[in-house]
């Protein structure tokens, strides 16, 4: 049985080689930080479209809407009044531009949360004063997130693994892009409709055992959103069609774990970790400039380091299934 064929496993693919990786290709291209930098300048520079005079009959009309019973008048009113007080900020604040950083397909933004009302340079507010034309915004705006947002991961997708970026894989990009937000939208809308109600039932025979309850669908949410993470990196790295790339994304994850649940840990501790740092500088001041640029580099290289860990973790189980196979093959030819 000298002469078996031998397949030398790969070694399981490392974490923190990915990262290092991943910073490593974002110095070889810098330009990957255009998106993202332009898109925190638009938000952050452009007009601001506020929904304020929309909403304000709705906030100052609180008082029909909202029960406080068991309290005292006192104590009801100046609840009241805190809650208009916190509903009037958040819309002298808010920004309709911020839909165009879409999820989970987007480009990265640190202007989108924000909320800034000043900036170094004079800028416009528009008030929107009508539903309609929000909706349309809103729609609009999602629309555009989604396709920079598609043109961005296909760009650190083949600029992380090399490979060349045909641009008539765009537009397949984006189709499978808008499919797998559509199935992540309306599952969560699915699902959410029977945890509210199991969650008010449970609550109303125990305010503890709702606690554990909220705990344990919390765990569970993570469990089944740790797949959907790695899902659109099949689609930008071996073009994939959406379904096979979301079961690529769940055995990749069965397979790797605990490193391909540490690796998103790792991830968003690093990039919500330095987003403190990013938001030190005011609006107001041109050095928040400095935390657009540090929060790109940071989303991109951890992205970048994604589609690094997710390919050679693919190659790792390419290559144990031969493994599995060839030993399948000795025992039936033993």
Same mark, same amino acid.
């Given at each position: 049985m000298e002469n078996e064929p031998q397949i030398n496993l790969l070694p399981a693919p490392s974490i923190m080689d990915a990262f290092s990786a991943g910073f490593n290709r974002l110095a070889e291209n810098p330009a990957l930080l255009i998106l993202p930098v332009l898109l925190d300048l638009v938000i952050w520079l452009g007009p601001r =479209?506020?929904?304020?005079? *929309?909403? !304000?009959?709705?906030?100052? %009309? !609180? &008082? &029909?809407?909202? /029960? !406080? $019973? &068991? =309290?005292? +008048?006192? %104590? #009801?009113?100046? @609840?009241?009044? /805190?809650?208009? $007080? =916190? *509903? @009037? #900020?958040?819309?002298? %604040?808010?920004?309709?531009?911020?839909? =165009?950083? !879409?999820?989970?397909? &987007?480009? +990265?933004s640190l202007m989108a949360g924000v909320f800034a009302t000043e900036a170094p340079?004079? @800028?416009a507010t528009v008030e929107i004063d009508s539903m309609l034309v929000m909706l349309a915004l809103w729609a609009l705006f999602s629309l555009i997130g989604l396709i920079i947002g598609s043109i961005y991961f296909s760009w650190v997708a083949h600029a992380s693994l090399n490979t060349p970026m045909p641009p008539r894989r765009l537009g397949w990009n984006f189709l499978q892009s808008f499919f797998l937000t559509a199935i992540i939208f309306v599952a969560g809308f699915a699902l959410s409709i029977p945890a509210v109600l199991v969650l008010s039932l449970v609550s109303l025979l125990d305010a503890g055992l709702a606690q554990v309850t909220l705990l344990v669908m919390i765990l569970g949410l993570s469990w089944v959103a740790l797949p959907l993470i790695y899902s659109p990196f099949g689609v930008y790295a071996y073009q994939q069609n959406i379904l096979r790339s979301i079961l690529t994304g769940m055995a990749f994850t069965r397979m790797l774990l605990p490193g391909s649940s540490l690796f998103v840990l790792g991830g968003f501790t690093l990039v919500m970790g330095l987003d403190i740092v990013w938001k030190i500088a005011t609006p107001d001041s041109w050095l928040m400039l400095i935390g657009i640029a540090g929060h790109a580099a940071i989303c991109t290289a951890v992205l970048a380091a994604g589609f690094i860990y997710f390919n050679n973790g693919v190659l790792w189980m390419q290559e144990k299934a031969k493994m599995a196979l060839l030993a399948q093959a000795r025992e039936t030819f033993k």
């Amino acid at each position: 049985m000298e002469n078996e064929p031998q397949i030398n496993l790969l070694p399981a693919p490392s974490i923190m080689d990915a990262f290092s990786a991943g910073f490593n290709r974002l110095a070889e291209n810098p330009a990957l930080l255009i998106l993202p930098v332009l898109l925190d300048l638009v938000i952050w520079l452009g007009p601001r =479209l506020r929904v304020k005079d *929309l909403f !304000m009959p709705v906030v100052n %009309q !609180m &008082g &029909g809407y909202v /029960s !406080m $019973e &068991g =309290l005292d +008048p006192a %104590q #009801a009113a100046a @609840t009241l009044q /805190s809650m208009k $007080e =916190l *509903l @009037t #900020a958040f819309l002298q %604040q808010f920004n309709l531009a911020v839909y =165009l950083r !879409m999820y989970p397909i &987007g480009v +990265p933004s640190l202007m989108a949360g924000v909320f800034a009302t000043e900036a170094p340079i004079p @800028t416009a507010t528009v008030e929107i004063d009508s539903m309609l034309v929000m909706l349309a915004l809103w729609a609009l705006f999602s629309l555009i997130g989604l396709i920079i947002g598609s043109i961005y991961f296909s760009w650190v997708a083949h600029a992380s693994l090399n490979t060349p970026m045909p641009p008539r894989r765009l537009g397949w990009n984006f189709l499978q892009s808008f499919f797998l937000t559509a199935i992540i939208f309306v599952a969560g809308f699915a699902l959410s409709i029977p945890a509210v109600l199991v969650l008010s039932l449970v609550s109303l025979l125990d305010a503890g055992l709702a606690q554990v309850t909220l705990l344990v669908m919390i765990l569970g949410l993570s469990w089944v959103a740790l797949p959907l993470i790695y899902s659109p990196f099949g689609v930008y790295a071996y073009q994939q069609n959406i379904l096979r790339s979301i079961l690529t994304g769940m055995a990749f994850t069965r397979m790797l774990l605990p490193g391909s649940s540490l690796f998103v840990l790792g991830g968003f501790t690093l990039v919500m970790g330095l987003d403190i740092v990013w938001k030190i500088a005011t609006p107001d001041s041109w050095l928040m400039l400095i935390g657009i640029a540090g929060h790109a580099a940071i989303c991109t290289a951890v992205l970048a380091a994604g589609f690094i860990y997710f390919n050679n973790g693919v190659l790792w189980m390419q290559e144990k299934a031969k493994m599995a196979l060839l030993a399948q093959a000795r025992e039936t030819f033993k």
